[in-house]
């Protein structure tokens, strides 16, 4: 099974970025479409992107434009670069390896000024 450990989340100003990384060990990281989900505080977990093995991507209508979500299979990591971030985008960022029930304790991403 593969385990999965976030970081990166930071406390940032509105319109600012951060970019966040997904490190996976115990498996063989480029077999698993890979996912960022978030959950903010009184609202259900909701997807934020996907990437598969071959490198496609979607993401939800909310973030479409202004995160990228990226895979390096060499080092074994998932990230999401969050550009133009706004005050709804405060949550609990987690990853997971699709399908497997694998989740990382997630990283809590604050926007505010």
């Known amino acids: 099974q593969v385990q999965l450990v976030e970081s990166g989340g930071d406390l940032v100003q509105p319109g600012g970025s951060l970019r966040l990384s997904c490190a996976a060990s115990?498996?063989?990281?480029?077999?698993?479409?890979m996912g960022w989900y978030r959950q903010a505080p009184g609202k259900q977990r909701e997807l934020v992107a996907v990437?598969?093995?071959?490198?496609?991507?979607n993401y939800a209508n909310s973030v479409k434009g202004r995160f990228t979500i990226s895979r390096d299979n060499a080092k074994n990591t998932v990230y999401l670069q969050m550009n133009s971030l706004k005050s709804e985008d405060t949550a609990v960022y987690y990853c997971?390896?699709?399908?497997?029930?694998?989740w990382g304790q997630g990283t809590q991403v604050t926007v505010s000024s």
């Open positions: 990437i598969t093995t071959g490198g496609s991507t």
């Open positions: 997971t390896a699709l399908h497997t029930g694998s």
């Open positions: 115990g498996s063989i990281f480029s077999i698993y479409d």
